[in-house]
């Protein structure tokens, strides 16, 4: 069992920035892919990115590549969202996810499903 908590969303003008925060217990850490997806009223949860255990794969969706980092901290059993440039087309509440390894390649998790473990959301609003 993995225990996700999400942190640093907000209100922020367009144009501005913002850095997401999960912390991760119950197991080892590097274990596991991490990822982030996001969901706006009315919409199906989006991939946004996700990373491998060692941090050395990264996968960021083409609405976000170039404005959006992923990254984490190993030491800190942490993963971040770098957001920046963001846009009010980016008002969803963010979810960190996991999932161990070996069940999917890398490049099989930009799928929601495919993920065991969740977060409870941190909200993002961007205003115009």
């Known amino acids: 069992q993995v225990q996700l908590v999400e942190s640093g969303g907000g209100l922020v003008q367009a144009g501005g920035s913002l850095r997401l925060s999960c912390a991760a217990s119950?197991?080892?850490?590097?274990?596991?892919?991490m990822g982030w997806f996001r969901q706006a009223p009315g919409k199906e949860r989006e991939f946004v990115a996700s990373i491998s255990g060692s941090g050395s794969r990264r996968n960021v969706a083409d609405s976000v590549k170039g404005r959006f980092t992923i990254s984490r901290d190993n030491a800190k059993n942490t993963v971040y969202l770098e957001m920046n440039s963001l846009k009010p087309e980016d008002t969803a509440i963010y979810y960190c996810?996991?999932?161990?390894?070996?069940?999917?390649?890398?490049?099989?998790?930009?799928?929601?499903?495919?993920?065991?473990?969740w977060g409870q959301g941190t909200q993002v609003t961007v205003s115009s």
């Open positions: 119950g197991r080892t850490f590097t274990d596991y892919f």
């Open positions: 996810a996991a999932q161990i390894l070996g069940l999917y390649t890398f490049e099989e998790l930009t799928t929601a499903r495919r993920y065991s473990y």
